[in-house]
Each structure stands twice: as structure tokens, then as C-alpha cells.
Antibody, heavy 123, light 108 residues
Framework: EVQLVESGGGLVQPGGSLRLSCAAS????????MNWVRQAPGKGLEWVAN????????NYVESVKGRFTVSRDNTKNSLFLEMNSLRVEDTAIYFC????????????????WGPGTLVTVSS | ENVLTQSPGTLSVSPGERATLSCRAS???????LAWYQQRPGQAPRLLIY???NRAPGVPDRFSGSGSGTDFTLTISRLEPEDFAVYYC?????????FGQGTRLEIK
């Protein structure tokens, strides 16, 4: 059974840092593009970043470029999101999501999602 | 950035009736790399449709997707109580990947 479980969320002050993790199981992690998607309280979904199977390609939404870094450890079946210079507007539930087909050179839809972890940026 | 605009913002429909949700892109979505997701309160999104018209595994056949280019539609043919939720479209062909703002489907 495919499982994705996020952790690392919490309360942080503006300007602070946080590192999110996503533990994957039930599939060959190194075969898939992985994504971070967030949802501010009461708002819609916003794609944040994705990373290629081998970590050689990373993409970000403009609002987090230079502040957030996506990475992965295929030996530990884990996805990470390093978040620096956090702003109040980064407050959201952060989901990790797996692209659907394995070994794809292009992005796809996301069939599997974790339950999310809440990040609150507030003084 | 390819901006996706969903309409209507809220749709009120009775159980058993048909619902039609629209997603319009500001730029053509190449290869019809357009997906639809359902999100119930307190849950992660659930993939319904990918490639504009392909149902994801386990999705009932009352859900169907259509469209190409800049105009896409999600149709739910006979609404069940569990279908009342928020629906998002998403394009995944150009960076940044973008979602529509969502359509809330509520019980009339």
C-alpha cells in the first residue's frame, strides 16, 4: 500500500526556518517525481515545488524561489522541504504528493497524497 | 504562468441531478495535461481525472472529463451525497504547475 506521511510542521516566527519531511512507503520511491503542494487556511491549493526522480531537476513557484529548497534521499525514501525566511503568508497545510507514472520524463497528475502537516508563521 | 479560472465559484445542485464544472486556461494546455481533483473537508485532494478525460483508478463512471486547448469540463452525471465537496482543476504541462481557485459543489 502506498503511503506518504508528512512531518515537521509547527509554529515559527516570521523570518524563521523549518524543515518538512515526507516519508514514503509501498512503492519504489526513486522511480517518481515528487511534489509539495500547500493550502492556506480556508483557501485553495497551490503547487509549491517538485523534484525529479534523481534530484537533478527542481522547480518552484515564484513566491518561494530563493527561500525554499526541495530535496530527496532515495536511500531513505524521503522527501524534504527546507523553508527559510518564512512569511506569514506561508502559513498553510503542506502536502507531499507523488506523480502517477513511474520513470516519467514529464510531470503528471498526483494519485497519492499525504495527510499534510500544518505550518503556522506568526509572532 | 498559465492561470486557470474555474466557474462557477459555487454550484448548488440537488442529489441525483447533473453538475457541470468549468475550467478555463489563459494559455493552451498542451497534450491536455489537465487534471481534476476532489477535496472533502479535512482531507487531502483525491485525483478524479487526468489527461482531461481519463478516470483515475476507482473513480465511479458518473465522473467524466472533457475538453482541450483552453476549455475543460468536469461532469458528474448523478450526484451522490458524497460528491458534495470542492473541485479543483490543475495543469501540469508548464511551470509553474497551477491549480484553479476551486468550485464548491453544495447541496441544493
Amino acid at each position: 500500500e502506498v503511503q506518504l506521511v508528512e512531518s515537521g510542521g509547527g509554529l515559527v516566527q516570521p523570518g524563521g526556518s523549518l524543515r518538512l519531511s515526507c516519508a514514503a512507503s509501498g512503492f519504489t520511491f526513486s522511480d517518481y517525481w515528487m511534489n509539495w503542494v500547500r493550502q492556506a487556511p480556508g483557501k485553495g491549493l497551490e503547487w509549491v515545488a517538485n523534484i525529479k526522480q534523481d534530484g537533478s531537476e527542481k522547480n518552484y513557484v515564484e513566491s518561494v524561489k530563493g527561500r525554499f529548497t526541495v530535496s530527496r534521499d532515495n536511500t531513505k525514501n524521503s522527501l524534504f522541504l527546507e523553508m527559510n525566511s518564512l512569511r506569514v503568508e506561508d502559513t498553510a497545510i503542506y502536502f507531499c504528493a507523488r506523480d502517477t507514472p513511474p520513470k516519467s520524463s514529464t510531470w503528471s497528475s498526483s494519485l497519492y497524497w499525504g495527510p499534510g502537516t500544518l505550518v503556522t508563521v506568526s509572532s | 504562468e498559465n492561470v486557470l479560472t474555474q466557474s462557477p465559484g459555487t454550484l448548488s445542485v440537488s442529489p441525483g441531478e447533473r453538475a457541470t464544472l468549468s475550467c478555463r486556461a489563459s494559455q493552451s494546455v498542451r497534450y491536455s495535461y489537465l487534471a481534476w481533483y476532489q477535496q472533502r473537508p479535512g482531507q487531502a485532494p483525491r485525483l478524479l481525472i487526468y489527461g482531461a478525460s481519463n478516470r483515475a483508478p476507482g473513480v465511479p463512471d458518473r465522473f467524466s472529463g472533457s475538453g482541450s486547448g483552453t476549455d475543460f469540463t468536469l461532469t458528474i452525471s448523478r450526484l451522490e451525497p458524497e460528491d458534495f465537496a470542492v473541485y479543483y482543476c490543475k495543469q501540469y504541462v508548464t511551470s509553474p504547475i497551477t491549480f484553479g481557485q476551486g468550485t464548491r459543489l453544495e447541496i441544493k
